[in-house]
């Protein structure tokens, strides 16, 4: 709110070019933005699963758990023989597969943006130690790199994950964990370009703290690139958690997850195929709308990344 | 060459060393392995008697040289479920998963390439237009997503190809579409940017200016240069490729490794899931160094002499 208070106050030139050019860079920014059609719908398409997470319980027309041995695979209001009131349909059990996509929202995204705060805080903690320390620091930590590396990321995660107890905060710790990598080796490698610029050696000079030169002066600058990896890794975290409950192997089966859905209506493909493909579709529409914002902010923030 | 090969070995003893310790601490985590494997009537000296013969009454790092000096000579246990040598039933699904992979690579290629180059030869134009739509949808679906359209479509409606198993080059085809996708978007956009970013550079401009056609520098100058960061990240595709085949294996009921990781983990039968990742780290380091000595090969640039 700051910004438009700043604006008001600047005076009004005569010209109405004038006045354009005085607009702030965000707001030309943000401007410049919403008229891309392709942006206005992710953005569309992501707000609307947030509120779905959100605000669940409120807006799910009928319980996510509730089956019914009369109601069992309905199909979708395209489809023939579509009951009232569940325009999604039904799946094997007769839940209603709407209600079960709204609650799946939920796992989704804490799963997305949770496992994407621990990759974070471990990656750029252990990039920016190794990162400006250098030496036998660097040569550890990248050497721990190195060996977490050697092991696929979904295959750590799988394996992590059938060992420990099957809970929702588990998979975004295991998924948090096993992903810290490609952050620390993004945040080494800037810091290591940033710390040798004149105004770090400049804030050393005037008696800095290493403590003070990391937060205060690096981590700003290397800001913008953390910002990109992870609205991009949202979107990985999402398919692989998807990934998880599809193999099993995630959240508990009676938790609603999209993955845990498709696999649910394998066995039914050929007969009642909108089990499986509903809650597929709505994984691959919010990873789509997660990336195309995602590129969008990495072209506004570093061009030349 | 000499030199940089033995340094390389002595970095991946390390790291399959590192690696080892993960494998070990992952059945530590699992729990205490005798509950999994006592019958139910089983007496309290039953227990002590299992865990003096499973090594389990001994100190940690004591548990873990011994764990260690068996896996270097390939012995990681019997399997809990089937009685067999963990290694050995790993080793036996190994081939496939690789036969998986390796067509994948190949689709993921004959994709991206002719996709990538075409779109650098021709910026904005209908087919780059095309590339960039295939490459957002390729990383946006999920691969167990992807299998079963495929199933549904070509399995289930057109009855062109079977759906599950394994047997000929058929039962290959749709397994290697679904894992092959989201190498080929990756692969096909960065070698649209890396093309254009070495036609933009001083030697393409002197080919250029000698008069040679676009299609012919593209080919002959600009693809030499624009292969370096491509395999580069070959080494994060073929991980990213055995991620995907635990997947895509699943889908298709495709007896290759990585299903039986799946069984093995619902069944929790741990020393197959150690077996398994031991032999998965050993195949990424050692196509990791592949790729470096390739890489040092395509590009003069790199010393390989250590």
Redesign the interface.
């Known amino acids: 709110m700051a910004e438009s208070l700043q604006q008001t106050t600047v005076p009004q030139l005569a010209t109405p070019h004038a006045e354009r050019r005085t607009r702030p860079r965000w707001q030309q920014n943000l401007f410049a933005l919403l008229y891309d059609p392709v942006t206005l719908i992710s953005l569309i398409v992501l707000t609307a699963v947030i509120v779905m997470a959100v605000a669940a319980p409120v807006l799910t027309p009928h319980d996510p758990e509730l089956q019914s041995l009369r109601l069992r695979t309905r199909p979708p209001f395209w489809l023939m023989n579509n009951e009232p009131g569940y325009p999604l349909g039904t799946d094997a059990l007769g839940r209603d597969i709407l209600s079960r996509i709204i609650f799946g929202a939920r796992v989704s995204m804490l799963v997305g943006i949770g496992a994407v705060i621990i990759q974070g805080t471990i990656g750029v903690l252990v990039g920016l130690m190794a990162g400006f320390f250098g030496g036998w620091i660097d040569t550890v930590l990248m050497?721990?790199a190195?060996?977490?590396?050697?092991?696929?990321?979904?295959?750590?995660a799988?394996?992590?994950a059938?060992?420990?107890d099957q809970s929702l905060l588990n998979v975004i710790i295991v998924l948090g964990v096993a992903g810290w990598v490609p952050y620390g080796r993004v945040v080494r490698a800037e810091v290591l370009s940033v710390r040798e610029r004149e105004f770090v050696t400049a804030a050393r000079a005037l008696g800095s703290s290493n403590l003070r030169l990391i937060f205060t002066h690096i981590l700003p600058n290397v800001a913008a690139s953390i910002t990109v990896i992870s609205t991009l890794t949202i979107?990985t975290m999402i398919?692989a958690e998807?990934?998880l409950s599809?193999?099993?192997?995630g959240v508990p089966p009676s938790t609603p997850t999209w993955?845990g859905m498709?696999?649910a209506g394998?066995d039914y493909?050929?007969t009642a195929?909108w089990v499986?493909?509903i809650p597929?579709?709505a994984?691959?529409l919010t990873?789509?709308s997660i990336?195309?914002l995602g590129d969008k902010l990495r072209a506004l923030l570093d061009p030349t990344l | 060459m000499g030199t940089f090969l033995a340094r390389r070995l002595i970095?991946s003893a390390?790291?399959?060393l590192?690696?080892s310790v993960?494998v070990f601490g992952?059945l530590r985590?699992?729990g205490d392995p005798t509950a999994l494997m006592l019958p139910i009537d089983a007496t309290e000296e039953d227990e002590i008697v299992l865990r003096r013969a499973l090594g389990l009454d001994e100190p940690l790092p004591v548990q873990y040289l011994t764990f260690l000096s068996r896996a270097v000579v390939g012995d990681f246990g019997t399997s809990i479920r089937h009685r067999q040598p963990a290694l050995q039933m790993v080793a036996e699904r190994i081939p496939a998963t690789l036969e998986l992979a390796a067509l994948s690579f190949v689709v993921a290629l004959l994709i991206a390439l002719p996709l990538g180059i075409f779109s650098a030869l021709y910026p904005n134009s209908f087919i780059d237009r095309l590339s960039v739509l295939m490459a957002?949808?390729g990383?946006?679906?999920?691969?167990?997503?992807l299998g079963?359209?495929l199933?549904?479509v070509v399995s289930?409606q057109l009855q062109l190809l079977p759906a599950f198993g394994r047997g000929g080059i058929e039962n290959l085809i749709l397994p290697a579409l679904t894992l092959g996708t989201y190498s080929a978007a990756f692969i096909n956009r960065l070698l649209r940017s890396s093309i254009l970013e070495v036609l933009d550079t001083d030697f393409i401009r002197t080919a250029r200016a000698k008069g040679f056609a676009n299609r012919y520098i593209v080919i002959r100058h600009a693809l030499k240069n624009a292969a370096i960061p491509v395999i580069t990240v070959m080494g994060l595709q073929v991980?990213?490729l055995?991620?995907?085949s635990?997947?895509t294996e699943?889908?298709f009921a495709y007896p290759g490794a990585g299903l039986l990781?799946?069984q093995a983990?619902?069944n929790?039968d741990?020393p197959v899931?150690q077996a398994?990742?031991m032999v998965?780290?050993v195949l990424?380091?050692i196509i990791n160094l592949v790729v470096d000595v390739i890489y040092g090969l395509v590009d003069p640039r790199v010393q390989i002499t250590g």
């Open positions: 050497r721990l190195d060996i977490q590396q050697a092991i696929p990321f979904l295959i750590l799988v394996a992590v059938a060992v420990v979107s398919l998807a990934s599809f193999l099993g192997l993955g498709v696999a394998r493909l050929a195929a499986s493909i597929g579709i994984i691959f990873v789509l990336n195309l | 970095f390390f790291v399959l590192g690696v993960i992952l985590l699992s957002l949808v990383q946006a679906v999920p691969t167990f997503l079963i359209i199933i549904l289930v991980s990213a055995l991620s995907g635990v997947v699943t889908v990781l799946v983990l619902g929790r741990f899931v398994f990742v998965i780290a990424v380091i």
